[in-house]
């Protein structure tokens, strides 16, 4: 059997078991598996991602059979079918060459930011948010296709050493953040260890001065490591609580003493008001110290009411200090002579006034006259301030 091609004719075969119209029916049966063959590649090439590779090669498998020529049929179509499939698939190849080169060039690009938000991120000192943040660079990186050996290499080697860097940073950060909790764990304890010891103080006021001292070198210490730093707060609360509660309590009771005292002390004070005005100055002297006697016994009353009873006191107490003072004028011998003797002088100074002004009259030098008038008046004004005083004397 032959098969005639442009130029000859190519032995496809022989057939010995049958008529020639079956030998013909068999070698065109295999021409037309080529067709099927041909036309399958074409729809892979078509509709598939099959690379240009492999696509060449299933092409020079059908070519090499199409070379043999074990087949009957039109071999020039077969052969333009491969060639223009060979087109296709280079046509597919170029395309893709570009396509890889966008998408290589899109990744260099992409890494390229990698690195530079990577760089950036090293030198943050947002530690928890900075190291998700670079986490997720890596995934993204992983992501993205590798470029040229050379470029890959140095955009990972900057892309790692910004990781390396902040990696470092953060470890000597919590290396040194560590160390201070660890300092403020110690300050803490010797605190606690303080507060325990004053929690039973009955020493109210400088205690409390010093709870409060303490609790600003609590604040002052830091934090410590989470897992001492709740167990040192509850046992330095719980000491204070204690103090507290004890000091609530004895001023509660305090408070309520001090109450009573205040009614006690408001009636005193009421009672010492009705010795006014003072009448009986000897009755009035007794009956206040009688009173003040009581104050003392009596203690202390709440700060804040301290100033209103206290002057209520105060007051009779000045009246009764007033009282005296007058008693002590009134009674004074000595000050009632020299009242006596200052009243006799000016009595005299008057009575020779008037002599020298009917002198002066009789001579009928007025104006002398006048003269010594104005001075009269003057004298006669001290005479009666002077006898107004020693009617205070009883005189």
Request: aromatic share 8%; glycine share 8%; hydrophobic share 40%.
């Given at each position: 059997?032959?098969?005639?091609?442009?130029?000859?004719?190519?032995?496809?075969?022989?057939?010995?078991?049958?008529?020639?119209?079956?030998?013909?029916?068999?070698?065109?049966?295999?021409?037309?598996?080529?067709?099927?063959e041909i036309g399958l590649l074409e729809r892979r090439v078509r509709t598939t991602d099959l690379s240009a590779e492999d696509a060449q090669t299933a092409i020079d498998h059908i070519r090499e059979q199409v070379d043999a020529y074990h087949f009957v049929g039109d071999l020039e179509a077969l052969t333009a079918r491969l060639d223009r499939l060979v087109g296709t698939v280079d046509k597919r190849r170029e395309e893709r060459s570009q396509q890889r080169a966008v998408q290589s060039d899109e990744a260099r690009r992409a890494k390229e930011a990698l690195v530079v938000e990577a760089e950036e991120l090293a030198q943050s000192d947002q530690w928890r948010a900075a190291g998700e943040r670079l986490r997720a660079l890596v995934d993204t990186w992983k992501g993205l296709p590798r470029l040229d050996r050379k470029v890959d290499d140095e955009l990972w080697h900057r892309f790692s050493h910004a990781r390396s860097a902040f990696s470092k940073r953060r470890k000597a950060h919590f290396a040194q953040l560590d160390a201070q909790r660890e300092e403020a764990r110690k300050t803490k304890e010797r605190l606690v260890a303080e507060a325990e010891a004053l929690s039973g103080s009955t020493d109210w006021g400088p205690t409390a001065a010093r709870y409060r001292e303490l609790m600003s070198e609590w604040k002052a210490a830091g934090r410590a490591q989470r897992e001492h730093e709740d167990d040192l707060w509850n046992r330095f609360r719980g000491a204070q609580d204690i103090f507290f509660a004890a000091r609530s309590s004895v001023f509660a009771e305090r408070d309520a003493e001090q109450a009573e005292n205040l009614k006690l002390k408001?009636?005193?004070?009421?009672?010492?008001?009705?010795?006014?005005?003072?009448?009986?100055?000897?009755?009035?002297?007794?009956?206040?110290?009688?009173?003040?006697?009581?104050?003392e016994a009596i203690g202390h009353v709440?700060?804040?009411?301290?100033p209103k009873v206290e002057g209520r006191m105060h007051a009779v107490e000045r009246a009764l200090q007033d009282a005296e003072e007058s008693e002590w004028r009134r009674t004074n011998p000595e000050a009632r002579a020299r009242a006596e003797g200052l009243t006799g002088?000016?009595?005299?100074?008057?009575?020779?006034?008037?002599?020298?002004?009917?002198?002066?009259?009789?001579q009928g030098n007025n104006a002398k006259a006048d003269k010594l008038e104005r001075e009269l008046e003057g004298r006669q004004a001290l005479l009666d301030q002077a006898l107004?005083?020693?009617?205070?004397?009883g005189g």
């Open positions: 059997m032959y098969v005639r091609t442009a130029d000859s004719e190519q032995v496809a075969g022989s057939w010995q078991t049958g008529s020639p119209e079956q030998a013909l029916a068999y070698f065109e049966g295999k021409y037309d598996e080529l067709l099927v408001e009636a005193l004070a009421g009672e010492a008001e009705k010795l006014l005005p003072i009448g009986d100055l000897k009755g009035a002297r007794a009956a206040f110290r009688s009173i003040n006697e009581r104050w709440p700060r804040d009411a301290r002088q000016l009595q005299a100074a008057v009575d020779k006034l008037r002599s020298q002004i009917d002198q002066a009259r009789a107004k005083g020693l009617q205070d004397f």
